[in-house]
């Protein structure tokens, strides 16, 4: 997985949007990194991040002074500042996530980012795929099988965006509005079927051909070696080609070799012709030379899964008509994948922007100065609170039946507020619901927050109920006849709640817990 940074000035927004500056690695020709860090050996002061960091434990190793250094994948973390005429107070923060995440990942997103001293109000969280589908309407006509550009669809005309990165495909539909803004049509879904399940792949070939987990092994004894030949795969697997019969050949580390030879008394390429790759896969000067039909394997659970998921997003009434798939992220690269998209799809247009695996990183600097280009989405869960209500023998369950300062009432009551499926305006309360204190003393009302994919639950102890975090509302005075008016407004890419004190007036803006 990859991470990076870019940035804009807001007169160079107004003038083009797409006017972004993105980091350029030094002595790499790539503007991004791999999501690496090193830590040093108090194990919490950041030595380096990226390139970098591998480029600095490699030294270590030389040095034999790696032993006492801690290793870690962050999910993306940037200590880079903006130096100059410009303060840190006017600078915007966004950090992208997947759009499939839950509450709970973007909260530790936004607690990473207050331990990297960035002000919860000047960050904004940004859906990946929402984020490339904003870029990429600002772009003139792309590189595409059908030559055509996103932002010349029209009013009403439906895209569908996969964005294809290391870790995760994010598939979403979105919906061209009049006012040339777009809305969510079908909530965010997708699943671990990207970049990197090519690489797990590879792996597993080598672990066969080896006869035992030798890249373990790798890892674990020469990490330098192990790191570096994933760096040689990630260049090989970009020319992996349906259309291409070409062998890939990839060196092989002489530590990795050694290993194997060691566990195993023989050469790996004597062990290759016992096995089932013994025609297709030979050895020579320590590289691995494979054949096209077996280096197309290692897309294959990657490119099935992506492209079954898609067959069933655009099998779909609300999603029939659309009219173009938008493929970014560094994956959308890939011959294999765009060869698989097209076969399986070749009646709706393809479109493959020049800056696929930019498209996220620079659609987010936009996100950042229009946080409502995206004005409605759709729920991908039910959403309420656990509460209590009047006791109804007719309709509740007795076994929930308790009584609170001497009146009965139903315990484990699901309150929905959000329905999945359900249309969420951006900035628009989904729901108003007044709660009261239990007891006469108390001095906040605790909400736990449930969810379910069920439309309707009635008591939060139904199957797929599930507790996600916690609501604390403040409450002045005393007694059991106090209430507080709760709404929750769930457009945005995270969900705020706005809770008004009866009493006097006070309006408290919170955030749900997600992470206790």
């Not at 940004?126 to 055509?148: D, G, M």
């Not at 580390?253 to 790759?277: F, V």
């Not at 320590?286 to 990657?302: C, H, L, M, P």
């Not at 639950?457 to 797929?464: A, K, N, Q, R, V």
């Amino acid at each position: 997985m990859y991470s990076s940074w870019a940035y804009s000035l807001l007169h160079e927004f107004k003038n083009d949007p797409t006017q972004i500056s993105a980091k350029q690695w030094q002595g790499q020709e790539s503007t991004k990194g791999p999501t690496t860090v090193l830590i040093k050996p108090d194990g919490k002061t950041l030595e380096a991040f990226g390139f970098e960091a591998e480029t600095r434990y490699t030294e270590l190793i030389d040095e034999d002074e790696h032993e006492s250094w801690l290793k870690d994948d962050l999910w993306r973390v940037s200590n880079d500042r903006i130096s100059g005429t410009i303060r840190e107070n006017e600078i915007h923060w966004v950090l992208t996530v997947p759009a499939i995440w839950d509450n709970a990942a973007k909260q530790f997103m936004r607690e990473a980012a207050k331990q990297a001293g960035i002000e919860e109000t000047s960050l904004t969280v940004a859906l990946e795929p929402e984020a490339a589908s904003l870029f990429c309407r600002h772009l003139p006509v792309e590189r595409s099988e059908n030559k055509t550009s996103l932002g010349k669809l029209k009013a009403k005309q439906k895209y569908l965006v996969l964005d294809a990165g290391g870790g995760t495909i994010d598939i979403t539909v979105h919906e061209v509005l009049q006012s040339m803004e777009v809305k969510e049509l079908y909530k965010a879904s997708g699943g671990a079927w990207g970049g990197t399940k090519v690489d797990e792949a590879f792996k597993g070939f080598i672990n066969d051909i080896a006869g035992f987990d030798a890249m373990a092994d790798l890892k674990r004894k020469h990490l330098d070696d192990y790191i570096e030949l994933f760096r040689r795969f990630e260049n090989k697997k970009r020319s992996i080609s349906p259309d291409i019969d070409s062998k890939t050949v990839i060196p092989l580390p002489q530590s990795l070799c050694s290993l194997i030879e060691k566990r195993q008394g023989r050469a790996l390429c004597d062990l290759i012709k016992n096995t089932s790759y013994a025609n297709l896969v030979s050895m020579k000067n320590e590289k691995v030379n494979i054949d096209a039909s077996v280096a197309r394997q290692f897309f294959d659970t990657s490119v099935s899964s992506t492209v079954e998921h898609l067959k069933n997003i655009l099998s779909l009434p609300v999603n029939r008509g659309v009219e173009a798939i938008l493929m970014v992220g560094g994956f959308s690269e890939s011959p294999m994948l765009q060869h698989a998209v097209s076969t399986e799809f070749g009646a709706v247009k393809r479109i493959v922007p020049r800056e696929a695996s930019l498209a996220v990183l620079k659609g987010a600097v936009i996100f950042g100065h229009n946080t409502k280009a995206i004005k409605e989405r759709i729920s991908q869960r039910t959403y309420g609170v656990e509460t209590t209500s009047h006791f109804d023998a007719t309709k509740h369950d007795v076994t929930k039946k308790k009584y609170y300062e001497g009146k009965a009432r139903c315990r484990n009551v699901f309150e929905k507020h959000v329905e999945i499926g359900q249309k969420l305006t951006v900035g628009k309360a989904q729901s108003n619901m007044i709660y009261y204190p239990l007891y006469a003393h108390q001095t906040f009302i605790r909400l736990p927050i449930f969810t379910t994919c069920d439309k309707n639950p009635m008591y939060t102890t139904d199957p797929g109920c599930i507790q996600v975090g916690n609501l604390e509302i403040p409450i002045c005075g005393s007694g059991t006849n106090r209430w507080v008016n709760v709404r929750f407004i769930s457009g945005g890419t995270e969900i705020d709640v706005e809770a008004t004190e009866k009493a006097t007036g006070k309006v408290h803006h919170l955030k749900i817990d997600f992470l206790t």
